[in-house]
C-alpha cells in the first residue's frame, strides 16, 4: 500500500469516528476539563426538602400543625360547649318594711293606740310612743286576724284595722291622761270635787258631774299607802318642802294629815317604777299648777 492511500484511509476512519461520536449525543469537553469532578446531576424531586434537612439535623419530630377551624366549626363547638339554659328559680321577694314598728312616735302612733284601743287591744289611751306594751297590743291584733304576728304594722296590719274601726277624735288621740278616766265614784258627781282612782291611777277634776282636766297620779307604797275615803283640802302650800322626808312638795294641797296632792319630779322623770310616802303624785307640772290656782281649802277629795 502506499503512503498516499494509507492516509487517506487515516482520514476516513477520523472522520467515520467523527460522526459516531455526534450520534451518541457525546459533547467534546473544553481543554483542562479532565481535573474537574463532573458534577453530579439530579433531579428536582430528588432534592431534599428543608424539614428532611432538619429532621435529619434533629432526632425530634416536628409537630404536625393544627389545622385552624373554619367560623362555622367554631360557632358549633362553641354552641356544644355552652350549657343549655336552665330556668332559674324565682326568688322570694324580700317583705316590704313595715309602716311602724318599736321605737317610732308621732302621729301615726297616736292613731294607731287609738284605733286598737277601739279594737279592744289597747287599754292605755295613745301616747305617741311605739312601745313593748304597742308592740304586743299589735301583735294580739295581728294574730286574731290571721296575720304574721310580729308586732309590726304592715300594709296589710293597717289596712285590717283601718277597715275594722273608725277615725279617732281628737279627744281620743290626745287624752288628758295616759291612762282612760275611770267611771267617777257616785260621790264625785255632785259639786267641786278631786275624784281620785286608784284603778285607773287618775285624778278628775269634776264640776258637777263633768271633767274639767285630768292628770295621772301614782300612789304610796304598801308600807306607806294612800289612804281611801270622803276627805277636805285642809290647806294649801305653793313651795312646800317635807320636813319628815326632806323632799319638795311644790303645789301641795293637803287633804288627810301628811297626805297631799302635790307635784313629783321623781314621778315625772321615773313615772310608775317608784311609789310616794302616801301621798297622792302627780307629773305633769302645769297640770297641777292650774289646778293649785282653781281649788278651794274645804273642796271634796275622794279617794276610791
Not at 299589735?138 to 304594722?153: E, N
Amino acid at each position: 500500500m502506499s503512503y498516499g492511500s494509507t492516509r487517506a484511509g487515516v482520514r476516513a476512519a477520523c472522520a467515520a469516528a467523527t460522526v459516531a461520536l455526534l450520534g451518541a449525543g457525546c459533547a467534546v469537553q473544553p481543554a483542562g476539563a479532565e481535573s474537574r469532578r463532573p458534577a453530579a446531576v439530579t433531579s428536582p424531586a430528588a432534592e431534599p426538602s428543608t424539614a428532611d434537612t432538619t429532621a435529619a439535623a434533629s432526632p425530634t419530630p416536628t409537630p404536625t400543625p393544627t389545622p385552624t377551624p373554619s367560623a362555622s366549626a367554631s360557632a358549633e363547638a362553641t354552641e356544644e360547649a355552652e350549657p343549655s339554659a336552665t330556668p332559674t328559680t324565682p326568688t322570694t321577694p324580700a317583705p316590704p318594711p313595715p309602716l311602724l314598728r318599736e321605737g317610732a312616735e308621732g302621729k301615726q302612733v297616736r292613731e294607731l293606740q287609738a284605733r286598737l284601743r277601739q279594737a279592744g287591744h289597747f287599754d292605755l289611751n295613745p301616747t305617741g310612743y311605739y312601745g313593748s306594751v304597742t308592740t304586743a297590743s299589735v301583735s294580739a291584733f295581728q294574730k286574731r286576724q290571721g296575720l304574721p304576728a310580729d308586732g309590726r304594722v304592715t300594709q296589710a296590719t293597717w289596712d285590717a284595722l283601718t277597715a275594722r274601726t273608725r277615725p279617732p277624735t281628737r279627744q281620743e288621740l290626745y287624752p288628758p291622761t295616759t291612762r282612760p278616766l275611770a267611771d267617777p265614784d257616785p260621790r264625785c258627781l255632785t259639786g267641786r270635787v278631786l275624784c281620785v282612782s286608784k284603778e285607773s291611777r287618775t285624778l278628775a277634776w269634776m264640776i258637777d258631774g263633768k271633767v274639767v282636766s285630768a292628770m295621772d297620779v301614782r300612789f304610796g307604797s304598801e308600807l306607806t299607802p294612800t289612804r281611801e275615803g270622803e276627805f277636805g283640802i285642809t290647806f294649801k302650800s305653793r313651795h312646800h318642802h317635807s320636813t319628815l322626808y326632806d323632799t319638795p312638795m311644790p303645789y301641795a294641797l293637803f287633804f288627810s294629815g301628811g297626805q297631799a296632792v302635790h307635784y313629783s319630779a321623781d314621778f315625772a322623770a321615773n313615772g310608775y317604777n317608784g311609789a310616794s310616802h302616801g301621798c297622792v303624785n302627780v307629773r305633769d307640772k302645769a297640770k297641777i299648777s292650774a289646778l293649785f290656782d282653781e281649788v278651794r281649802v274645804g273642796e271634796k277629795v275622794i279617794v276610791y
